[in-house]
């Protein structure tokens, strides 16, 4: 079985400054890793995705992040935010195979203030 | 492409009642997966459909039921509703297994 941490449920931050949205996973095969965004009253939309490869991954609105395997981590980060990435961010993890489901963390609620 | 479309994007009924929710895939894709969203418990997997089978399952009762039709849109029931299944209720699609999920804007459902 696999499960996704994010140990950081609010994450204020003041506009222009980094931000780093934590993410940890437990699985005994290889896995793919996401992150969302939800904007309220929205479905989720894809940042960014690792499948292979580089493990630093960029996506879209400036996010990156990096795969780092041994310590099971997929932080997610952005140098200099804006107002407009106030969202619900959420990690997710597919073990390789088939007819495998995705399984999300919990969420991370960022804040950005001015 | 048009997005993955859900409709309706709000339902109240009331508890005992059922509800059906409606799901169309992104053009293409086989796969339609559907999700629980609440404050509480978070996102939970409900089922995955491909190719009309369903191939995955979560841990909900039997209540909750899914189909697939042959042009890939997917519907959810949800029978003898419970005040506790109040939620956002989340599709997605994707083309192959290992490909990212597209998410619908989801139907809110209320139940009273």
């Known amino acids: 079985a696999q499960s996704v941490t994010q140990l950081d449920s609010q994450v204020p931050v003041f506009e222009e400054a980094p931000v780093e949205l934590r993410c940890n996973y437990s699985?005994?095969?290889?896995?793919?890793l996401f992150w969302y965004v939800q904007y309220p009253n929205q479905g989720l939309q894809l940042l960014l995705k690792y499948l292979s490869g580089s493990t630093l991954v960029k996506g879209i609105n400036g996010f990156e992040a990096e795969f780092n395997k041994s310590q099971t981590s997929f932080h997610l980060r952005k140098p200099s935010v804006h107002i407009s990435d106030t969202a619900e961010y959420f990690c997710a993890v597919l073990n390789t195979g088939t007819a495998s489901k995705l399984t999300f963390g919990t969420g991370t609620r960022l804040q950005v203030t001015l | 492409k048009a997005g993955v479309t859900q409709t309706p994007r709000y339902l109240i009924k009331t508890r005992g009642q059922q509800v059906t929710l409606s799901c169309s895939p992104i053009s293409g894709h086989r796969s339609v997966s559907w999700y629980q969203q609440t404050p509480g418990q978070g996102l939970q997997f409900l089922f995955e459909y491909f190719s009309e089978t369903q191939r995955n399952k979560g841990n909900f009762p039997g209540r909750f039921s899914g189909r697939q039709f042959s042009n890939s849109r997917s519907e959810m029931n949800v029978s003898t509703l419970e005040l506790g299944d109040s939620a956002l209720y989340l599709c997605?699609?994707?083309?192959?297994?290992?490909?990212?999920?597209?998410f619908g804007n989801g139907t809110r459902l209320t139940v009273t």
């Open positions: 997605a699609s994707r083309e192959e297994t290992n490909s990212p999920l597209h």
């Open positions: 699985s005994s095969v290889s896995v793919y």
